[in-house]
């Protein structure tokens, strides 16, 4: 399971950086669609990071 959550994560990541990276800067002159075009890849970003996250935590074992 934590592979698949680092695999999706990872997708995630790249999807949400390389669509959104493009618009980044131009953030004060879009449209209300483009800016929620940017929030919408930032949070492709943070939920991709997240996953990356519970992909890589190793599982803490009790004495």
């Known amino acids: 399971m934590r592979k698949v959550a680092l ?5 995630l990541l ?3 950086f ?3 990276f493009r618009y980044l ?4 002159i879009l449209t209300q ?6 929030w919408g ?4 970003l943070i939920a991709g990071l997240v ?3 519970f992909g890589l935590k190793k599982k803490k074992n009790s004495p």
């Open 7 to 11: 695999i999706i994560g990872i997708v």
């Open 14 to 16: 790249l999807i949400g």
């Open 18 to 20: 390389f669509q959104g």
């Open 25 to 28: 800067f131009d953030y004060n």
């Open 33 to 38: 669609y483009g800016k929620g075009y940017v």
């Open 41 to 44: 890849s930032i949070f492709l």
């Open 51 to 53: 996953l990356i996250f």
